[in-house]
């Protein structure tokens, strides 16, 4: 049945799928394509024949000049407009030659703070262990007080249970004595 007002869905049609290699060819293609779009904004069509340009992409040893002269491709509206913006931050690569591994390092302002903030703890541990901290001092003064309530109360329950020993003991003696009589 057709309902009026309502037009058929797309979930009926035939649906296509790509295989695999379709998709391997459309990207290597892509890639090709774009190679060969490097390669005209590199040097052109002239460029091509310039022994200069062939002896560069042949020697990767000689590319360090290079480097410093590579700027990267800008992307949209980059290339059209030079911006001079001093707070940004222009990432150098640096060579493994160049690297000083043995020189000292420079910690952040967070590991810094960090660091100085284990060691304060630690200090304060051992302060507090030796009983120099006030925390220290009041968790001292409120053992002395415990100890001492838990004393009185032994010492009571020890008086307890010899009046309750003695009570028995005469208890017992009554009985005996009027058994005997």
Do not use: W
Request: one cysteine or more; hydrophobic letters at 25%; glycine letters at 8%.
């Amino acid at each position: 049945l057709f309902c009026a007002g309502r037009k058929g869905g797309h979930k009926g049609r035939a649906r296509q799928y790509t295989s695999p290699e379709e998709i391997d060819a459309q990207l290597q293609a892509e890639k090709q394509k774009a190679r060969e779009e490097e390669e005209q904004e590199e040097g052109g069509e002239g460029a091509r024949g310039d022994p200069k340009k062939e002896k560069k992409s042949l020697d990767s040893d000689e590319s360090d000049e290079d480097d410093e002269d590579y700027q990267q491709k800008r992307k949209g509206v980059e290339g059209l407009i030079d911006i001079e913006n001093p707070n940004r931050v222009i990432q150098t690569t640096k060579k493994v030659t160049q690297l000083d591994l043995d020189g000292p390092k420079e910690l952040s302002r967070r590991e810094r703070e960090e660091i100085e903030k284990q060691k304060a703890k630690e200090r304060y541990m051992k302060m507090h262990l030796a009983g120099k901290t006030e925390q220290a001092k009041a968790d001292l003064a409120r053992l002395a007080i415990i100890r001492k309530q838990r004393e009185e109360a032994a010492r009571k329950k020890e008086e307890e249970r010899k009046a309750k020993d003695e009570a028995a003991m005469a208890g017992k003696r009554l009985q005996s004595l009027s058994l005997n009589k």
